[in-house]
């Protein structure tokens, strides 16, 4: 079982910043070559660290809990702009909803559900992003749901999946049935990782803090919306 935990940011960040930090002291201080490579090892190690932290099963997944500090993370709009979310930064409550990709029927169909109760969640207050795996260029046109009009974000490498710790790795023989029925994940995400979140919900308050989670391992089943109102309800920044 993967036990949770909090990292306040996602792995190809902290590795960044760890590089930049190296190259920094290998500049002020002269220090040895060999001293640099074994700084880019450990930043190695931790990406490492990172695939080997998310689980081959979805039943294995244990999401960020409730009164948790929610992590930074960044993700794509369709023109590929990067949008980044910090806990000290929330304006108002803001729902993050996480959904397999256009081609899955069951997210198009919860996406359609939810435009019963988006626009009163707008108008209590919230901030709503759905977060796809598919890649920037595909966000709106791969869905097969009508009048979609919401703020669709693209987590094609799964970098805020993995800081809510809701991804888990496919095996061959999924990703084969997938393709089966025409569902080609490098295709679809651009990226290689054969990677999918479970779909999931969190409500976070203007403080940075997790309020609510829903995290069903069981794809088919979704949050709807009557759920979601009667969960975010309590949150509302307008009553």
């Not at 099963?57 to 500090?69: F, H, K, S, W, Y």
């Not at 803001?94 to 029927?105: D, K």
């Not at 759905?130 to 703020?151: G, M």
Request: with cysteine; hydrophobic share 40%; aromatic share 10%.
């Amino acid at each position: 079982m993967i036990k949770s935990y909090y990292d306040p940011l996602p792995y190809p960040a902290r590795v960044a910043l760890f590089l930049e930090e190296s190259n920094r002291l290998r500049k002020s201080s002269s220090l040895p070559l060999r001293v640099l490579i074994s700084c880019i090892g450990l930043a190695a190690a931790l990406v490492a660290a990172a695939q080997a932290a998310v689980p081959n099963d979805p039943t294995q997944v244990e999401p960020l809990a409730v009164g948790t500090r929610a992590p930074v993370f960044s993700a794509q709009t369709k023109d590929g702009e990067l949008r980044t979310f910090s806990p000290d930064r929330y304006q108002k409550p803001t729902i993050v909803l996480f959904y397999r990709g256009g081609w899955c029927p069951y997210c198009n169909s919860q996406l359609s559900d939810l435009r019963l109760v988006e626009p009163k969640l707008r108008q209590s207050g919230f901030e709503i992003v759905f977060l796809s795996t598919d890649r920037p260029s595909i966000l709106y046109s791969s869905l097969k749901a009508e009048n979609i009009h919401y703020t669709l974000l693209s987590d094609s490498r799964l970098e805020a999946a993995k800081a809510f710790h809701i991804a888990y790795h496919l095996d061959d023989a999924t990703l084969a049935n997938m393709k089966k029925y025409g569902v080609d994940l490098d295709s679809s995400t651009g990226e290689s990782l054969h990677e999918l979140p479970v779909p999931s919900v969190f409500i976070i308050d203007k403080t940075g803090t997790i309020r609510y989670v829903y995290s069903n391992p069981d794809y088919k089943i979704r949050l709807g919306a009557d759920a979601l109102w009667a969960a975010a309800k309590p949150y509302a920044a307008v009553q």
